[in-house]
């Protein structure tokens, strides 16, 4: 079976129903996420929650530029998401080295803790 | 005005959600995260409830259900890991909202991706993550086991951000559901992707020798502008015989199963011929993450006096002996 | 030659003495050709710099003996010889000594060429030889004045006097006015060091700001006149300006009454340029600083004060003689001003009673002369007049500072008395009565002929005669307060008393023997040997003034006597048609004058005898007369029948004209007036303006400064560090923004 093959399985069972499901379902979904990572950033103290929140929040843009990708039948949207991968990456990696230093100086991974960097 | 889904319903959908996750989110004492969760619950079911009725006013019952599990587990993770108080679970919800985007990308033909995705965010990203997390917290020892930290424990100003996130969603989706046409049919989504092959001629050359199509002496037909003389929509190939310069056109029933494209192809022409100072890019800004996050981790020793200078001896005497046998 | 030329000009209306008043009838106004001048000039220049340079080394090293006294002495005197050697070289044509190139700008076709060089004509070597001659003889007298401070103050004394000299000789010889300038502002600051050169004592520092400031506003006007020169003449140097054919052609329109032809700012010229000479040569209304700086050490009075700083003006008058005649009221505003200054000094000197300060005033009052010859078309006798006077004003003040230094600085006239009498003290009594026998005119002394010379020019000049009249009054004033001084101090009972410098532990017991004094234990000490012999020098040098009345005279040029030829042949070069020799020069060609003159018209003026005779002639008795009975009266009131110093027959004379001695004595006030109309409502200005630039100025940038603070604190809260509170502000404000986005578009999509 070749890689084009997965998307007839997925669709299988409900070849015509397919076009029922909107773009906007999708983008809907994606604002929701994108939402609740912004919430969770804004609420939560521990700065390791505050940027697996971004996470989501790339996650949404993410499914996003995906659903526009096929609303346009172009493969641009499924590049943007690589790069959208690799930035992702690069922040975890620097945040996360961050987040260690951060708390080998207080030994807490409150983002308040670090109140007097307000210039 | 052409809306698929009443706005007022959404409205209600997003009160509810900033309802639901204000009163979810982690307090001291917290008596109303199981209410709130109910109603966060609530919110997304009619969420996903709405979409479902919205989807069928464009004709077809109850559409490709797989779109709604995925939907409801993607939202009730990301929904469980905000309001999660304990760092490590929020990390598992979130690995399990990824997966539920993977779900929606192979719906929308991203197989790749929705792969790539589960690979590098939940088998990468997230397990350092996971580590992090266990370095960074102490463990909780058995006294205390159900002790939480105040930092995880105590959700800031949750009311605020509610408000103004769902104020951000409320916007968002007015904006989505005006006039928002259906996604093209999966035929179109193929022959789009099959058009990829008429840059590819060595490729097809390849399949179709594979598939038993060509001779020794024959390829398929350049164009002037090097493209591969292929019809998608006729799926008619032009093939010449170098040696006897004759050509010869292939049919749409002689077009083989194996001649097309997949999103691999697609993808990977896109990026290379489309994006290649970007993938530079993006590879400078992976090798200064790499870097900075070495330096930003490394743990600074402070040596005593008399500690460096037996160092430096120590330096210096490997020094000499390099030297030594350099002369010897 | 420039004064043929300017002769010639100034005749040109009297075609037929022509030939007989000039002897050259060339009207070229070619430039004269301004030669280059030996190196070794630039010595003159150079040494009195070096010892002040030296001065400062010594005060560095911390010399304690008079080395630097003898250094000043030893340059004033070889830069004395140079300018004899300078003297004897000079064949009659100016030229040029070149140090180096010190400004030269070029902007499109003009260019300002002010170098760091020296013109060299007839008037310079003039003024440097009684410049440098009087700087090397009160080097050496203050030598001797000066010991009591030997030391760094002593250093510092002779720094500043070296540095004067210098600065006098860039003032007289450079030549352009840039040089002048600098000069001018050199001597004025050497002024101010010295005024306040005893700087503990609150009168000599009030002194020394008080010649600053009043020169300043001098100043200013002979800054604003050098660059209106160049802005009209495009030239600052000597040699171009004065053969510069457009003021040649003015001055020709001047001396044919044609003032219309000269434009204004010509004439603005001169009006502004005498303004710096009034500030510095002490002139109505800027003199008050002269008497007030009497508070430096006598040295300085007398060599800067009387002698050549203040005849300044004067050279600048001379100097720039051409630019003066070019306008119309330039010349009268001189004669008036100096006659009036030469009045009030005059009066208010008659009621003082300190020595120096009549003296001081004397000089006013001298110097008031010297501007009105010049304003009448003579600057020969003001010349003459400023030569005389420096060597008979050195020597009075010089008198005075002895006495001053030998009495522990007793000034006062009514403590001292009878001098003559006191061992050692012949040589200054001499001094002082040469002295004061020129100085009141008494015939045949050098002051008397220069002061008959400016006086007799008055009467001869339309016009002038009320100036005349004041004058001749001012000279029976002169005569009069002149002699007060010396039948007072040197004359009559021997009587002193020490003045407030005194220490008993100053001078021990001596057998002097002619203690007649109050102050018991107080002996004066007389003046050792180089006071008396400056003293010696400069009395032979006033009686000797006088044969310069009688010598160097030229007859090819006309001139009668040594100061004469000088001017005569230097850009001052003018006489008047009504002078002497003009008129004898025109009873030789037996030609009636007529036609317009220079200020006026002449008709027959030259034949009408002035008191029934030629002037000239006459004013030698009617000048004697009055300078004769101004010496009786103060016999009568101050000697005769005198018995003690403090009282004489003035005294109750003085009562009989009620407040007015009170008020010449208190100088008539000016200096209250002037305080009252000038500096009192300077301060009121000044304290106005204070407040306006407390309140509304500050406010106003305070306003601005405290704005930015006020917003600051408004949202200084927003900064709290916290990461998230910086995220709620962006979220917040992006959904603000998107919300007022989709209004604005549903809003548009409904209508």
């Known amino acids: ?119 | 005005m052409d809306t698929i889904i009443s706005p007022i319903a959404l409205y209600l959908i997003c009160v509810l959600g900033a309802v639901g996750i204000a009163a979810a989110l982690p307090r001291r004492n917290n008596a109303a995260s199981i209410a709130g969760g109910l109603v966060l619950a609530s919110a997304i079911g009619l969420a996903v409830l709405i979409l479902g009725l919205g989807a069928t006013k464009s004709g077809q019952p109850l559409p490709n259900y797989f779109f709604y599990p995925f939907a409801i587990l993607a939202l009730g993770a990301s929904a469980r890991m905000i309001t999660h108080p304990r760092p490590v679970y929020s990390a598992l919800y979130f690995i399990l909202t990824i997966i539920a985007s993977c779900g929606m990308y192979l719906l929308l033909s991203a197989e790749f991706m929705a792969f790539a995705l589960v690979i590098i965010y939940a088998g990468a990203i997230l397990i350092t993550y996971l580590f992090v997390i266990m370095l960074a917290t102490q463990a909780p020892s058995s006294a205390a086991e159900a002790f939480i930290d105040e930092t995880d424990a105590v959700a800031r100003e949750p009311v605020l951000a509610s408000i103004i996130g769902f104020v951000l969603l409320a916007i968002l989706t007015t904006a989505m559901f005006r006039g928002v046409s259906t996604l093209p049919a999966p035929t179109n989504q193929e022959l789009a992707q099959d058009s990829v092959l008429l840059n590819l001629p060595t490729k097809v050359d390849r399949i179709l020798d594979r598939a038993g199509i060509l001779t020794e002496s024959e390829r398929v037909v350049r164009n002037a502008d090097g493209t591969a003389a292929l019809d998608i929509a006729a799926r008619t190939i032009t093939i010449e015989n170098t040696d006897l310069n004759t050509i010869r056109v292939l049919g749409p029933d002689q077009w083989p199963d194996t001649l097309n494209a997949g999103n691999l192809d697609r993808l990977g022409y896109n990026l290379m011929h489309d994006h290649p100072m970007t993938i530079e890019i993006a590879g400078i800004i992976l090798l200064m993450a790499m870097l900075g996050a070495t330096v930003l981790a490394r743990k600074h020793i402070e040596l005593e006096d008399d500690l460096k200078a037996a160092q430096a001896r120590k330096l210096g005497e490997s020094m000499d002996q390099s030297m030594e046998a350099g002369n010897a | 030659m420039i004064n043929t030329t300017l002769l010639s000009n100034l005749l040109a209306f009297a075609p037929d003495t022509h030939a007989a008043t000039t002897h050259a009838t060339d009207h070229a106004i070619a430039a004269t050709e301004v030669g280059t001048g030996p190196k070794w000039i630039l010595l003159i220049v150079g040494l009195p710099l070096l010892s002040s340079i030296l001065s400062l080394v010594y005060a560095m090293i911390g010399n304690k003996t008079k080395l630097p006294a003898w250094t000043t002495v030893a340059a004033a005197g070889t830069a004395f010889l140079c300018t004899i050697a300078m003297y004897l070289n000079f064949d009659g044509t100016p030229y040029t000594v070149h140090a180096f190139d010190w400004i030269q700008v070029h902007f499109g076709e003009k260019s300002m060429i002010a170098n760091f060089s020296f013109y060299i004509d007839t008037l310079t070597i003039y003024w440097m030889l009684f410049v440098t001659g009087l700087a090397t003889c009160i080097a050496l007298y203050a030598s001797e004045y000066m010991s009591h401070d030997i030391g760094t103050s002593y250093c510092r004394f002779f720094g500043a006097f070296g540095l004067f000299v210098f600065s006098m000789a860039c003032l007289v010889m450079g030549d352009n006015f840039l040089m002048l300038y600098l000069g001018w502002e050199g001597v004025g600051l050497c002024s101010y060091l010295l005024i306040g050169y005893f700087y503990k004592k609150p009168e000599a520092v009030a002194a020394a700001k008080k010649a600053f400031i009043v020169n300043r506003i001098g100043d200013l006007g002979l800054a604003l006149g050098i660059y209106l020169i160049f802005v009209h003449f495009g030239t600052l140097e000597y040699a171009v300006l004065f053969s510069d054919p457009k003021l040649l052609g003015y001055v020709d329109s001047a001396m044919t009454g044609n003032f219309a032809a000269i434009p204004a700012i010509a004439q603005w010229i001169p009006l502004l340029l005498m303004i710096g000479a009034f500030g510095k040569s002490a002139q109505f209304p800027l003199y008050v600083w002269l008497p007030d700086a009497m508070e430096g050490p006598t040295p300085v009075s007398a060599l800067i004060h009387a002698a050549t700083m203040v005849t300044a003006g004067v050279y600048l008058i001379a100097r720039t003689y051409p630019l003066f005649l070019a306008s119309e009221s330039a010349l009268p505003i001189v004669a008036w001003i100096g006659t009036i200054t030469a009045l009030l000094a005059a009066t208010i000197g008659m009621a003082q009673f300190d020595i120096k300060r009549i003296m001081a005033y004397s000089t006013v009052s001298q110097l008031g002369y010297m501007f009105a010859g010049l304003g009448v078309l003579t600057p020969t006798g003001g010349a003459y007049h400023v030569l005389t006077h420096a060597f008979f004003k050195a020597l009075l003040f010089l008198c005075c500072g002895a006495v001053m230094h030998g009495f522990a600085g007793q000034l006062d006239l009514r403590k001292l008395s009878g001098l003559r009498k006191v061992k050692g003290w012949g040589i200054v009594s001499l001094g002082m009565f040469v002295g004061c026998i020129n100085l009141a005119g008494v015939p045949f002394t050098a002051g008397y002929f220069s002061k008959d010379t400016i006086i007799a020019e008055t009467f001869v000049t339309p016009g002038y005669s009320m100036i005349g009249w004041i004058l001749l009054f001012t000279a029976g004033l002169t005569a009069y307060y002149t002699f007060r001084v010396f039948f007072r101090v040197f004359m009559g009972p021997v009587e002193y008393h020490p003045g407030e410098e005194h220490h008993d532990d100053d001078h021990g017991h001596d057998d002097h023997a002619e203690d007649h004094g109050h102050a018991g234990d107080f002996h004066p000490h007389a003046p050792g040997w180089a006071i008396n012999t400056v003293l010696m020098i400069l009395t032979v040098c006033s009686i000797a003034a006088t044969g310069l009345y009688f010598v160097g005279g030229d007859k090819d040029a006309h001139t009668k006597h040594y100061a004469q030829t000088m001017v005569m042949s230097s850009t001052a070069a003018f006489e008047s048609p009504y002078s002497e020799h003009a008129i004898h020069a025109a009873h030789e060609a037996h030609t009636p004058n007529a036609g317009a003159g220079p200020r006026g018209t002449i008709d027959h003026a030259l034949e009408v005898p002035v008191f029934g005779g030629d002037p000239h002639k006459m004013m030698y008795y009617i000048s004697a007369g009055f300078g004769i009975v101004g010496i009786a009266l103060a016999w009568f009131l101050h000697l005769f029948g005198r018995t003690n110093a403090a009282e004489c027959k003035m005294d109750p004379i003085a009562r009989m004209f009620g407040p007015i001695p009170k008020w010449a004595e208190n100088k008539w006030y000016v200096d209250e007036i002037y305080w009252a109309i000038l500096v009192t409502p300077l301060r009121v200005a000044s304290h106005i303006f204070h407040w306006i630039d407390k309140l509304l100025v500050d406010g106003i940038v305070n306003l601005f400064g405290i704005l930015p603070r006020v917003f600051a604190w408004v949202i200084r809260p927003s900064q709290s560090g916290v990461l998230q509170g910086y995220a709620v502000s962006m979220a917040g404000g992006i959904a603000i923004l998107l919300l007022a986005v989709f209004v604005i578009i549903l809003q548009g999509g409904a209508s």
Not at chain 1, 37 to 63: D, S
Request: glycine share 6%; with cysteine.
């Open chain 1, 1 to 119: 079976m070749d890689t084009t093959s997965s998307l007839h399985l997925a669709q299988m069972a409900f070849p015509d129903a397919v076009p029922a499901i909107t773009l906007a379902h999708y983008l809907f979904v994606s604002a929701a996420m994108f939402t609740m990572g912004l919430v969770g950033f804004l609420t939560r103290r521990n700065m390791i929650i505050m940027f697996l929140c971004t996470e989501l929040m790339f996650q949404g843009a993410g499914l996003a530029l995906i659903a526009f990708g096929r609303h346009h039948l172009g493969a641009d949207g499924q590049t943007f998401v690589i790069f959208v991968l690799c930035v992702a990456a690069a922040e975890a990696a620097m945040a996360l080295a961050l987040v260690v230093l951060l708390f080998r100086h207080k030994e807490t991974l409150s983002a308040q803790a670090w109140k007097e960097l307000n210039g």
